[in-house]
């Protein structure tokens, strides 16, 4: 049986908190239009992953860009695995609800079209400033060390190919899908 703490530290936040959350993570990245989030479980988005990237494993979080800010103003959706959020939380020794948060940042980057898997460290600096300001500790990208590609053009901005992140800590959909059309 738990304690007390650890049951506390182990919860998933108020729907209340984790969309305060999310929109004042929205803001600090800059990204306009509706973004949904999906928490749900290690099947649910191994099956989600397998579907969209042929990858036939658990991940933490997927992102799914909308094609266009249309008429609908939808920048796109987030999954989240909340076991492997737990998983992952009590390796880094804070809550679930910090991990939650640093997926979500993390997976809001994806849909502003950052790409740490081609734009040779863009994403993790941005992220990094991110953390600072919304009081997150260290990010996905510096946990696995993800190795940045040379980026094709200096100084190009934030990565709006449909390439998708190679990492089985954090992964961008960028919904194969629509690019095999």
């Given at each position: 049986m738990l304690s007390a703490?650890?049951?506390?530290?182990?919860?998933?936040?108020s729907a209340r908190t984790l969309s305060r959350f999310l929109r004042e993570a929205q803001a600090a990245v800059q990204l306009r239009g509706q973004?949904?989030?999906?928490?749900?479980t290690d099947a649910a988005i191994r099956s989600l992953n397998r579907r969209f990237r042929g990858k036939?494993?658990?991940t933490?979080?997927?992102s799914f860009p909308a094609e266009a800010l249309g008429p609908e103003k939808i920048a796109g959706d987030l999954a989240i695995s909340v076991q492997t959020a737990r998983r992952q939380a009590a390796a880094c020794g804070h809550?679930?609800?910090t991990e939650l948060k640093v997926l979500i940042l993390h997976g809001l980057l994806h849909l502003a079209g950052y790409d740490h898997a081609t734009d040779a460290g863009q994403m993790a600096r941005r992220e990094r400033v991110l953390r600072g300001r919304l009081g997150?500790?260290?990010g996905l990208i510096e946990r696995v060390g993800?190795?940045?590609?040379a980026r094709s053009k200096p100084n190009a901005g934030p990565s709006t190919s449909s390439a998708v992140a190679?990492?089985?800590?954090?992964d961008n959909l960028r919904a194969r899908a629509r690019s095999k059309k």
């Open positions: 703490p650890d049951s506390r530290t182990n919860r998933v936040p973004v949904t989030v999906l928490l749900t036939n494993q658990a933490d979080v997927l809550s679930l609800g997150l500790p260290q993800v190795p940045v590609r190679d990492s089985a800590q954090d």
